[in-house]
């Protein structure tokens, strides 16, 4: 079993190139099942869920090969399969991102519904019920979900909450229904923004994403021409490595980003003392170590990320004062802070949220990540840690952090991937 072995206390320094965005990448993988011809996507981290993902669309019937680093080549073939692989369901919940491109396709998809999972409950209601109101027939049985439609009609649709991923699906089943469809209280997260203008490219009609009203205006059909499409920077891999240079107290400047996409992070952090400077598309973030404890609400883009949140705990757990976390987005989002007391962090979760008593040091231990985000943050823990820690889970971060510690060794940090 990997385990990732960290010795703390180095101050990190130095540059770090940014990978292209694992939750845009993902959708834009999907949304090549609408491809006509063939596309290419440029700036794709090579990480485990991006495997993941070339496994279920090649079960589904698309080509799928690496032309270079980071350049993959996608060409979708005839006679699309519409059930997505049980298995590969089950190891990521992104594949659902394949049913609304598929039901526009080929007009009905069948996948294993997936279940709950370690950050909390995650249904895919919002998604069916907006299949439903554009003229989908949706049956939920045997633990599967099968979506069929010889026609869809454009509908306003108002989601409950702005769920990334049904604001996601929904947009792909509704480009090629009859009539304007309009998604209200969508969710404006960047990585919308960026499959909106996929599909477009692809020539579809889709205004507003980055706002909370998009509208799509269904077309006859789409573009039988080539695509070469380059993926927006991650912010969350990005946030991270500005909170590795905030726990311990380095200088940090990250390469190829859009700083405007993690504000919140950046706005909250200077009120703790980081500072924080924007060169085009670089940033320097520089710390002392000592920083200002400081409240946290997590809610949805433009709010601080719930993806950063497990990571923001791990430094304030160091920071001067207390600081209270408060979880807007999943239920479920503090399995890590027992790992993260075991190093000695002072927090105690109350329902939605996290009292962090800063303490003024974290000791090395033995912990495991129970997920992706929460991995990182231990991870950041032990960048700060006196003596060794070992982190076992590692999986988990393999899917989302394209080889992490080869990024942090090159800054200075003493960490190595044992198998
Ligand atoms: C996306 O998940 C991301 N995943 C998550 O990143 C991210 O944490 C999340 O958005 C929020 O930003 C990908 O993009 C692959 P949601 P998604 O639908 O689309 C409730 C990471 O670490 N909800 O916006 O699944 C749900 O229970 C991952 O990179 C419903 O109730 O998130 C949750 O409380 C983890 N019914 C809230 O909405 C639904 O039908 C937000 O979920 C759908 C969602």
Request: charged share 25%; with cysteine; aromatic share 4%.
């Amino acid at each position: 079993m990997e385990q990732l072995h960290i010795v703390g206390g180095r101050r990190l320094h130095g540059q770090v190139r940014i990978s292209g965005a694992k939750n845009a990448v993902l959708k834009l993988m999907a949304a090549s099942l609408l491809v006509e011809n063939e596309c290419i996507i440029r700036n794709v981290p090579l990480i485990k869920d991006v495997l993941t993902m070339i496994e279920v669309l090649r079960n589904l019937g698309v080509e799928l090969s690496w032309e270079e680093e980071a350049v993959l080549r996608i060409k979708p073939k005839k006679g699309l399969n519409y059930v997505a692989p049980d298995e590969l369901v089950r190891e990521m919940r992104a594949s659902v991102q394949v049913m609304g491109p598929l039901l526009t396709k080929i007009g009905k998809v069948k996948l294993f519904q997936p279940g709950g999972c370690v950050i909390g409950q995650r249904p895919i209601d919002l998604h069916l019920k907006g299949f439903q109101a554009l003229g989908a027939h949706v049956v939920e049985e045997h633990g599967y979900v099968y979506a069929e439609a010889s026609k869809l009609k454009g509908v306003d649709i108002h989601l409950d909450f702005p769920s990334v991923g049904a604001t996601e699906n929904i947009m792909a089943a509704a480009i090629l229904a009859e009539g304007t469809t309009v998604i209200k209280n969508a969710a404006k997260e960047p990585e919308i923004i960026e499959e909106q203008n996929f599909y477009n490219r692809l020539g579809a009609r889709i205004r507003g994403a980055g706002t909370d009203t998009i509208r799509i205006e269904g077309v006859p059909a789409l573009r039988s021409v080539p695509v070469d499409y380059t993926v927006i920077p991650d912010r969350i891999e990005a946030g991270t490595y500005i909170l590795a240079a905030a726990i311990t107290g380095g200088e940090i400047t990250l390469l190829d980003v859009i700083p405007e996409h993690f504000e919140a992070l950046t706005s909250k952090l200077k009120e703790c003392g980081v500072q924080i400077q924007i060169d085009g598309d670089n940033m320097t973030v520089a710390s002392s170590g000592k920083l200002k404890a400081i409240d946290v609400t997590i809610l949805p883009y433009p709010g601080f990320p719930t993806d950063l949140q497990p990571q923001m705990t791990a430094v304030m757990s160091l920071a001067d004062g207390t600081s209270l976390i408060t979880e807007n987005v999943f239920g479920g989002r503090f399995r890590y802070v027992d790992e993260l007391v075991r190093m000695g962090a002072n927090i105690r979760v109350e329902g939605r949220s996290a009292v962090v008593k800063g303490v003024k040091r974290l000791t090395g231990a033995a912990v495991i990540a129970p997920d992706l985000r929460a991995g990182a943050a231990l991870v950041l823990a032990g960048l700060a840690a006196e003596g060794k820690t070992v982190i076992e889970g590692v999986h988990f971060i393999d899917r989302g952090y394209e080889r992490i510690e080869e990024k942090l060794s090159s800054l200075g940090a003493e960490i190595s991937l044992i198998n």
